[in-house]
C-alpha cells in the first residue's frame, strides 16, 4: 500500500510541475512536525492566489531543512490531493 500511495504521489507532483510557475517569497514560519510552512508569497497564477501570507504543505519534508525563517526564496505550488502545497523550493 504504501508503495502504490507513494506512486501516486510521484505521479501528482510530476504533473503539477509541469502547471506551476515560479514565484517569489519569503519564509516566515517553518512547523517541521506538521510538515508546514508559512510563505508571505507574490500572487501564485496557477492557483489564481493573490499575494499574501499563508500555511503550506511541504511536498517533501527534506524542503523544510534546506530553509531558515527571513529566508527569500522561489517556490512551486499546486494542489496535491486537494491541498495546496510547496512542490518545489530553492533559495
Given at each position: 500500500?504504501?508503495?502504490?500511495?507513494?506512486?501516486?504521489?510521484?505521479?501528482?507532483?510530476?504533473?503539477?510541475?509541469?502547471?506551476?510557475?515560479?514565484?517569489?517569497?519569503?519564509?516566515?514560519?517553518?512547523?517541521?512536525?506538521?510538515?508546514?510552512?508559512?510563505?508571505?508569497?507574490?500572487?501564485?497564477?496557477n492557483?489564481?492566489?493573490?499575494?499574501?501570507?499563508?500555511?503550506?504543505?511541504?511536498?517533501?519534508?527534506?524542503?523544510l531543512?534546506?530553509?531558515?525563517?527571513?529566508?527569500?526564496?522561489?517556490?512551486?505550488?499546486?494542489?496535491?490531493?486537494?491541498?495546496?502545497?510547496?512542490?518545489?523550493?530553492?533559495?
Amino acid at each position: 500500500m504504501r508503495t502504490l500511495t507513494f506512486a501516486l504521489t510521484l505521479a501528482a507532483l510530476s504533473m503539477t510541475a509541469a502547471n506551476a510557475e515560479p514565484v517569489g517569497g519569503e519564509i516566515k514560519k517553518i512547523n517541521e512536525s506538521a510538515g508546514k510552512i508559512t510563505i508571505k508569497h507574490e500572487p501564485i497564477p496557477n492557483l489564481d492566489m493573490d499575494a499574501m501570507t499563508m500555511v503550506f504543505r511541504v511536498a517533501d519534508p527534506a524542503f523544510l531543512k534546506q530553509v531558515k525563517v527571513g529566508d527569500k526564496v522561489n517556490f512551486e505550488a499546486d494542489r496535491v490531493n486537494g491541498a495546496i502545497t510547496v512542490t518545489s523550493i530553492t533559495k
